[in-house]
Structures are given as structure tokens and as C-alpha cells.
């Protein structure tokens, strides 16, 4: 069984960025795709970006385009997801996520059912 444990959240302006780290025990991690999501107080989850498990595609919500980017660490085993130009609105815990099968193409969100515990990002307007 894979365990996720996120790091890096904490209180940013807006404007500004900070870069989360999901670390993956070994070997539950390069054979599978990684995903980022969030929780907003109030608000379902709902997807933020995805990538591949050879990083060869990513998948990004649309409200995330053009200022976070998902990359991954094979050797570290290691999902990371840069977040500049924060926002207000992109306050929430941000989730870690493991696709449920190995070497799986697509990135749906449904695609993905392990989960770490979270970490609390927050932006000061």
C-alpha cells in the first residue's frame, strides 16, 4: 500500500508562490501516474494538475493554467507541484494522489484513488 506524505503548504501573499513535494514510499511511485488536488473549506475536491508516469504529458485545470506546473522525480520518488502567481481563491489543502493502475495513458481525475494527508496552502489577499 502506498504512502503519500505532502510538504510545503503554508501562508503566501498573493502574488507570490511556494513549490509542494509529495514523497511516495519506494516502490509505489515510478510506474504510476501522479495527480495534485485541493479542498476548499465548503468545497468538494476537485482536480488541480496530473502527470504521467514517464512524465511524457501533464493535465492542468483550467484555472490553474499558466501558473502552476506538475513535475515528478523518478530516482526520489517525489511529485512536485509549483504554484506561483497565487490567488486567494487557490486557498485550500492540497492533496497527493496515486493513479489506481500502473502505466495507465490517461489522466482523469477518477483515475486516481491513493491519497496523502494533505497540506494547507493559504493566500492573503
Known amino acids: 500500500q502506498v504512502q503519500l506524505v505532502e510538504s510545503g503548504g503554508g501562508l503566501v501573499q498573493a502574488g507570490g508562490s511556494l513549490r509542494l513535494s509529495c514523497a511516495a514510499s519506494?516502490?509505489?511511485?515510478?510506474?504510476?501516474?501522479m495527480g495534485w488536488f485541493r479542498q476548499a473549506p465548503g468545497k468538494e475536491r476537485e482536480f488541480v494538475a496530473a502527470i504521467s508516469w514517464n512524465a511524457d504529458s501533464t493535465n492542468y485545470a483550467d484555472s490553474v493554467k499558466g501558473r502552476f506546473t506538475i513535475s515528478r522525480d523518478n530516482a526520489k520518488n517525489t511529485v512536485y507541484l509549483q504554484m506561483n502567481s497565487l490567488k486567494p481563491e487557490d486557498t485550500a489543502v492540497y492533496y497527493c494522489?496515486?493513479?489506481?493502475?500502473?502505466?495507465?495513458?490517461?489522466?482523469?481525475?477518477?483515475?486516481?484513488?491513493?491519497w496523502g494527508q494533505g497540506t494547507q496552502v493559504t493566500v492573503s489577499s
Open positions: 519506494k516502490g509505489t511511485f515510478s510506474n504510476y501516474a
Open positions: 494522489a496515486r493513479d489506481l493502475l500502473r502505466y495507465r495513458a490517461t489522466m482523469m481525475p477518477q483515475n486516481f484513488g491513493s
